[in-house]
């Protein structure tokens, strides 16, 4: 059974950092190249943050500087260092696994005063 399970998401305020957890089993991680996407009330899902096979990175612009993708083959986990967080990064946050075209089930952040 294939599944990405997303974790970590919450409540921060603005200049707040979060970090994002998705934990993937049931497929070949280290095949997959690795997203991060979101998806804010009203809009369409954009792509936040996407890891390679051989962890080459591309960032949205928004978030280029303050928002880092990592991954860790041995635990089948891909992390999104979330940093200096605005109100406008509020969402729901997705992972997906590129290759197989997976996603999790997301996580909410909330950036507030």
């Known amino acids: 059974q294939v599944q990405l399970v997303e974790s970590g998401g919450g409540l921060v305020q603005p200049g707040g950092s979060l970090r994002l957890s998705c934990a993937v089993s049931?497929?070949?991680?280290?095949?997959?190249?690795m997203g991060w996407y979101r998806q804010a009330p009203g809009r369409q899902r954009e792509s936040v943050a996407i890891?390679?096979?051989?962890?080459?990175?591309e960032y949205a612009d928004s978030v280029k500087g303050r928002f880092i993708i990592s991954r860790d083959n041995a635990r089948n986990t891909v992390y999104l260092q979330m940093n200096n967080l605005k109100p406008e990064d509020t969402g729901v946050y997705y992972c997906?696994?590129?290759?197989?075209?997976?996603w999790g089930q997301g996580t909410q952040v909330t950036v507030s005063s």
């Open positions: 997906k696994a590129e290759f197989y075209g997976i």
């Open positions: 049931g497929i070949v991680f280290d095949i997959n190249n």
């Open positions: 890891i390679s096979v051989t962890d080459n990175t």
